[in-house]
């Protein structure tokens, strides 16, 4: 009976469960990068839970109470107090949002200060449209609000030019604008006179923020412009804009909208809801262009494979030559290569992950050769397992850098791999084959 150390199959069989063995380190390493990135997201929270958290803009738009009258069965005359929402004519937004890196330990989160001009006017013409008795508007009790859904990102007071008046905006969404869960609003007397004229508008805020910056398109033609030294932004909501331009001095970006491309018209009378509004938001995300974690998760998830592909080599390596190596070693380096993915983790959360990467790859691939040398006979042999090594380090480098093409490349790939591991056996007689004895 053939010598089980020298046995092809049994030791194919030993090398699959080494591989499968490896598969428990694997996860407990995708759990120790998944406390790592919870831990980030906590630090994140707790930065911007004391500066200001994402900010989202809406408005100006004006409330106009208006009673109500009707008979009841019995004749006697009921009244009720109903709010009619008046969107602006048109909604000028420009702004300049001014990021800061704030760390909490290790980790950091990107905040900023944005310095928004809003202008624009109103037109009453629509409702001499409506069915409702001008007679019974409420002028005196109109208001004006502005949304911002972080009130502690305001960072001076907000004054409103509204006509040929300048007014405060107080704290708080008044009784009568249900669109609006946080923001200021302020009382603006109206008048007859305001239904055939219009009336113009114009206010300045000093806003402080984190992540992210989005406005709502309120204004039957609604022109934004956001300018910033931010060079890594991710344009989000449900509008893109119709022009911008990034490089790496920063971003500036136009967008118009619509009320044609909103689901909600420019006034009504309590019949839009709240989510129709706040779907149509746009605006920025200052986008972090490096997730470590991210990254690091997607080369866990091909351990078992580099694993097998380095496995492979060495089995190689024993079929061409009179060297075996044994269970212990294949262990020996399987560990070592787990031990890459810690070292990425640790090394990436204190510099750039590329740089992280690179000592990872080179620590490891330096122990395996210097492991290799001292273990085997030919001296050729770590040679030829290091430059094996390091291809394979650059194929999944590419594969973490290239994410929508990864599949392309994995698979080309993995095929030229098979390919030449097919080749290169192609005259291999596995059932007479001895690793005793050196291949002819």
Request: net charge neutral; with cysteine.
């Amino acid at each position: 009976m053939k010598d089980i150390k020298s046995s092809v199959g049994v030791r194919i069989v030993i090398i699959g469960v080494l591989i499968l063995a490896l598969l428990i380190p694997s996860t407990f390493i995708r759990a120790l990068v998944s406390e790592r990135a919870s831990r980030r997201k906590e630090a994140i929270q707790e930065i911007t839970s004391k500066w200001s958290t994402r900010q989202i803009i809406g408005g100006p738009i004006i409330t106009i109470p208006y009673t109500e009258t009707w008979k009841d069965e019995e004749g006697k005359t009921k009244s009720v107090i109903k709010y009619i929402q008046v969107l602006p004519e048109t909604l000028n937004i420009g702004g300049e949002i001014r990021p800061e890196i704030r760390y909490r330990g290790i980790y950091k989160a990107v905040v900023y200060n944005a310095q928004l001009d809003l202008s624009g006017d109103f037109s009453f013409e629509k409702l001499q449209t409506m069915n409702i008795d001008l007679d019974q508007l409420l002028w005196d009790d109109a208001f004006v609000s502005m949304n911002i859904s972080d009130m502690r990102g305001i960072n001076e007071y907000v004054e409103l030019k509204w006509g040929e008046q300048a007014v405060l905006f107080e704290p708080g969404i008044k009784r009568g604008n249900d669109l609006f869960d946080s923001g200021i609003s302020v009382r603006t007397p109206l008048s007859f006179g305001n239904v055939s004229e219009g009336i113009n508008y114009a206010l300045h805020i000093n806003l402080k923020g984190s992540q992210a910056l989005s406005f709502l398109p309120l204004g039957k033609t609604t022109i934004a412009n956001l300018r910033s030294s931010w060079n890594n932004p991710s344009f989000d909501g449900a509008f893109l804009p119709e022009q911008h331009q990034i490089d790496s001095n920063g971003f500036s970006a136009d967008w118009q909208v619509l009320d044609l491309n909103r689901n909600y018209p420019q006034i009504w009378v309590e019949n839009v809801s709240k989510k129709t509004v706040l779907s149509s938001e746009f605006g920025v995300n200052l986008y972090s262009p490096v997730d470590i974690y991210t990254q690091t998760t997607r080369a866990v998830k091909y351990m078992i494979m580099f694993v097998g592909l380095t496995f492979l080599i060495f089995f190689l390596v024993e079929v061409f030559s009179n060297n075996k190596i044994h269970p212990i070693q294949y262990l020996l380096i399987g560990v070592s290569l787990c031990i890459f993915y810690l070292l990425l983790l640790a090394l990436s959360e204190h510099v750039n992950f590329g740089l992280a990467y690179l000592i990872a790859s080179l620590s490891v691939v330096i122990l395996i050769g210097t492991y290799v040398r001292s273990a085997l006979e030919k001296k050729v042999i770590p040679l030829i397992t290091v430059g094996m090594l390091t291809i394979l380090y650059g194929f999944l480098y590419i594969l973490l850098q290239n994410q929508d093409y990864a599949l392309l490349i994995g698979s080309v790939g993995l095929f030229l791999i098979i390919a030449a591991v097919m080749y290169t056996t192609r005259n291999v007689n596995w059932y007479q084959i001895d690793l005793n004895n050196t291949l002819d």
